[in-house]
């Protein structure tokens, strides 16, 4: 399979992709046709229409047994004589050429066997039982499903439900898809014998759902080319522009990007790395979006630096002379071996340009020169780059080395991460239209990124998550008790957005009955996230999604004229005779707090503690200091706000921690919410100032609140 595939609804070839793989000329359909009609299917002897399917499977798979492949060829070959295809060609052409793009791919003999059968139940009068008779459960299974796909309607009115049955059974074996992917591509390159609406039609199914689909099972070869058949129906002006760029770019009598090239082998061979250097050219599509980004294209824009390398540890190796040979550009780097992406893939990516560039500007861009961007990966991550899950092999036989034992995701092909969130969420989905319009959002996400947990763990979400996503994917449904979360160690909402290599701490209560607020659908962007909390809601008719605390709470013991309580002033004295002592607001003193008082209107003594900045105030303003001490009364008044994250309940959390602690509660006053933030102001009496620490201790432990204080209000001079 390559790229220069000639699709008769696009005028000329072109081979954006042709370096990906070791290429084989295009077949000639028609004359593969009259080989699958005419050569020897005799017993034991391999027939020659799929010679080029065995070279190919051959060259990933030396010791395959062969025999599957040519009694699944005889039986599709008799099953499908004298069907055409509406290009003229006969019909057997087509699983021929869908089994040589996954053979290409390096796909295992069953996937290869089923592969060849996968029309024959819908379209011949073979029955899955003669399949299963023949070749197995596994082919019986894998035939079954690519049926089953074949009848599901992606378009505008598909039926929700009819997709979800047919994407979960998929689920439990990725080599379904694998075959309706190839089998996409195929019907792709050979579209232009339709009409343009039918063409547009099966364009824009292929681009909002099946190309998604093989971002998410890594299979990098069958997107690109099919990224580029559709932008050539959908966007043909565009199409030609950009490939009359690559025209005039290969007419270019030097090529900076080679120039680059031959400088990095000369640069690892001195340092005696192994290693493969490629010209990796972009294909159309990747082309025509970075000319939109960087507006006129440089020569070395038309495509990449690829290094290909033994071991993992070869990879930093060589990242290490290029960045001290070459000027790097440091916002370039990253880093998908220690992070892979969810869906399979590991490389480093970085940028250098030649010595002679220099780094004029302050983000550290090379300004002079050309910069060349590299791909540093194995051999075996490069395989796996190229075909995703289908680079695997057998997802029912036991791992290989290649694929360890201990990463959960690459163990298991069946499983890539994005696949095993789907079939998570699709079981909690309360209805399949909900499935069915959230796995299309999910879809439209193209970009991923990954946060760390402070664990060292890890978790995949896509561009734009924020903390509420961050909680369901590490929490699941328990994720309805999160209150809030540090984000590369500082407080911060639930609403935060999060960006590729954050840190996230998330902040979990107790309280079993916790609920999620219906504002937390606004910041969700993962379908775990807003399945999850839509289906609490829905079982949840009158939730007490608005926290209590959104409403102002009446005092709850105010005083019979509302003023401060004499109580509360005894136990400060001033020697200042007839004089009225009042604690102040802004800062509340308590013993054995250090005060300090001031003569105000009245005969009224305010007594502030001495690092209230209404004291450096009043100095400043020439009032006069007054003298005061601490009494013997050991009752006194305080007033401490509680920061919090909102939350049901909350306000009677507090209020009980508060009574618990023998504190009377003078007065309460709620904030409303700000930022998903709840700010509480409490009068309190307590018994014994020296009961202070313990009670706003026993505050900052009712789950949701992360902050107790004494009042620092900004206070006017007295």
């Not at 060609?89 to 996937?111: C, D, K, R, S």
């Not at 080599?175 to 190839?182: E, G, H, N, T």
Request: contains cysteine.
């Amino acid at each position: 399979m390559s790229a220069e595939a000639t699709n008769p609804a696009t005028p000329g070839p072109i081979a954006p992709e042709a370096h990906r793989r070791r290429s084989r000329p295009r077949i000639d359909l028609r004359r593969l046709g009259r080989a699958a009609l005419l050569g020897s299917t005799g017993r034991g002897r391999l027939p020659d229409a799929i010679s080029h399917v065995v070279e190919a499977h051959r060259a990933h798979h030396p010791d395959a047994d062969l025999e599957p492949l040519r009694r699944a060829y005889v039986l599709a070959e008799s099953s499908h004589r004298g069907q055409m295809r509406k290009s003229g060609e006969p019909y057997i052409t087509h699983p021929l050429a869908v089994t040589l793009i996954l053979a290409e791919l390096g796909a295992e003999t069953t996937t290869l066997t089923a592969s060849l059968l996968h029309d024959t139940v819908e379209d011949t009068e073979v029955t899955l039982d003669q399949v299963r008779e023949e070749f197995g459960e596994e082919v019986r299974y894998l035939v079954d499903g690519v049926t089953k796909l074949e009848k599901v309607d992606y378009g505008a009115a598909a039926e929700p439900e009819t997709f979800r049955k047919m994407l979960v059974a998929t689920g439990n074996d990725v080599r379904v898809m694998s075959i309706k992917l190839a089998d996409r591509l195929h019907n792709m390159r050979t579209l232009g014998v339709m009409r343009p609406e039918k063409q547009a039609r099966i364009a824009k199914v292929t681009r909002d759902v099946l190309i998604p689909l093989a971002e998410r099972l890594g299979v990098q070869a069958l997107k690109t080319e099919l990224e580029d058949l559709v932008f050539a129906i959908l966007h043909p002006e565009e199409y030609e522009y950009t490939r009359g760029l690559i025209v005039e770019n290969a007419a270019r009598a030097d090529d900076p990007l080679a120039e680059i090239a031959e400088e990095v082998r000369r640069i690892l061979r001195e340092a005696g790395l192994q290693a493969e250097v490629l010209i990796r050219p972009r294909h159309l599509v990747s082309l025509h979006r970075t000319s939109r980004k960087r507006g006129k294209l440089r020569g070395v824009d038309f495509g990449r630096l690829l290094v290909l390398v033994n071991e993992d540890a070869d990879c930093y190796g060589v990242l290490g002379e290029l960045h001290t040979c070459l000027t790097p550009v440091v916002s370039e780097f990253k880093d998908f071996i220690a992070v892979p992406k969810f869906n399979l893939y590991q490389s480093l990516h970085t940028a250098v340009a030649l010595p002679e560039s220099r780094t004029d500007s302050p983000e550290g861009t090379p300004m002079s020169g050309q910069v060349a961007e590299v791909l540093i990966r194995t051999h075996q991550m490069h395989k796996v780059a190229e075909a995703g899950v289908i680079a695997l092999g057998n997802p029912l036989a036991a791992p290989s080395e290649e694929q360890g034992d201990s990463d959960g995701e690459r163990v298991d092909p069946t499983r890539p991460g994005w696949l095993s969130r789907l079939l998570d969420w699709q079981e909690a989905a309360p209805d399949p239209d909900t499935f069915w319009s959230t796995l299309r959002e999910d879809l439209a996400q193209d970009r991923e990124i990954t946060v760390l947990r402070p664990d060292g763990g890890t978790i995949g979400l896509p561009e734009g998550a924020s903390c509420v996503d961050a909680a369901y994917a590490q929490y699941g449904e328990d994720a309805h008790a999160c209150m809030g979360a540090r984000v590369n160690g500082r407080l911060a909402t639930l609403s935060t957005v999060l960006r590729d290599g954050d840190t996230v701490q998330l902040l979990m209560g107790q309280d079993a009955s916790s609920e999620p607020s219906s504002e937390w659908l606004e910041h969700a962007r993962t379908p775990a996230a807003r399945i999850a909390i839509q289906r609490w809601l829905a079982t949840h008719p009158s939730p007490g999604d608005t926290p209590e605390a959104e409403t102002p709470a009446a005092p709850l013991r105010p005083t019979v004229d509302g003023s401060a309580a004499p109580l509360s002033e005894a136990n400060a004295v001033v020697d200042e005779p007839g004089a009225t002592v009042r604690l102040a607001g802004c800062c509340t003193p308590v013993p054995p707090d250090e005060v300090t008082g001031f003569a105000v209107r009245g005969g009224v003594v305010t007594v502030h503690r001495v690092e209230c900045a209404a004291v450096a105030r009043m100095k400043d303003a020439g009032r006069k200091e007054v003298d005061v001490r601490w009494g013997d009364t050991t009752e006194c008044r305080v007033t401490l706000v509680a920061e919090s994250f909102g939350r049901p309940h909350l306000l009677a959390d507090l209020t009980e921690a508060i009574a618990l602690e023998g504190v009377a509660i003078v007065s309460a006053t709620v904030e409303p919410p700000s930022q998903q933030r709840v700010r509480h102001t409490y009068t309190l009496q307590l018994p014994d100032a020296a009961h202070l620490p313990a009670l706003m201790r026993a505050m900052r432990n009712v789950p949701g609140v992360y902050d107790v204080g004494r009042a620092q209000r900004h206070a006017t001079t007295p």
